[in-house]
């Protein structure tokens, strides 16, 4: 196992259309959590999963964000009617525990224009 | 709500010498808290981990302390390089929650 792997690494995307973005956990992991980060700033929390069930969403995430993580596996993240404010690096990270170091991936870059 | 806030955006210090970076947390008591390193482009690496019961830890030449009376967090690199450039970021947990609560990190630049 290599870690934590997102896919894809970069998506450009024009305003309006959907993304779906996937992050394979290290396996073992049954904690799962998604962030976004811009320029300057620390990753932002956006979800969190413990095996499938999504058990808590950030109250700045809007209805156009959708995840999943079926199985308990590997997980998507959906943007619907993308905005050019959601241009951003997209992380996912694992853990074994809640209260043990996440590993994160490489992160998606997307770029709304 | 509960707050982060690393003191520098940006630290510039001499290869050779010792990097301090602050960590202050208001409106709650985390039970532990962790700093990671980024690197431009990249998510972010694990360094540390302190829990609320110990005062310091250490790994190499990183030493990070803990003081929930003054609710901070020092992190240290001692004998820095210019390879210890990069962002150090400061996560206790959300409150009440496992998720991870970063501040805006502080950007380490060693000079040669």
């Known amino acids: 196992d290599t870690g934590v792997s997102q896919n894809p690494r970069h998506k450009i995307t024009k305003r309006g259309q959907n993304v779906t973005f996937r992050c394979d956990p290290i396996s073992e992991h049954n904690r799962l959590y998604w962030y976004r980060q811009t320029l300057g700033q620390g990753p932002e929390f956006l979800t969190y999963?413990?095996?499938?069930?999504?058990?808590?969403k950030s109250r700045l995430l809007s209805d156009r964000f959708s995840a999943e993580r079926p199985k308990g596996s590997f997980s998507t993240l959906e943007i619907q009617r993308t905005e050019q404010g959601d241009s951003a690096m997209y992380l996912c990270?694992?853990?074994?525990?809640?209260?043990?170091?996440?590993?994160f991936g490489q992160g998606t870059r997307l770029t709304v224009v | 709500s509960q707050k982060i806030e690393q003191n520098s955006e940006a630290l510039n210090i001499q290869e050779g010498k010792t990097a301090t970076l602050t960590c202050n947390y208001t409106n709650y008591s985390p039970a532990y808290l962790q700093w990671y390193r980024q690197d431009p482009g990249r998510g972010p690496v694990f360094l540390l981990l302190?829990?609320?019961?110990?005062k310091e830890k250490r790994k190499e030449r990183l030493k990070v302390t803990f003081d929930t009376t003054l609710k901070q967090s020092l992190f240290h690199i001692t004998a820095s390089q210019p390879a210890d450039s990069a962002t150090y970021l400061c996560?206790?947990?959300?409150?009440?929650?496992?998720?991870?609560?970063f501040g805006k990190g502080t950007k380490l630049s060693v000079i040669p």
């Open positions: 302190i829990r609320e019961n110990e």
């Open positions: 996560a206790p947990p959300g409150a009440g929650s496992y998720q991870l609560t």
């Open positions: 999963f413990q095996n499938e069930a999504q058990l808590e």
């Open positions: 990270a694992s853990s074994f525990y809640g209260n043990t170091e996440a590993f």
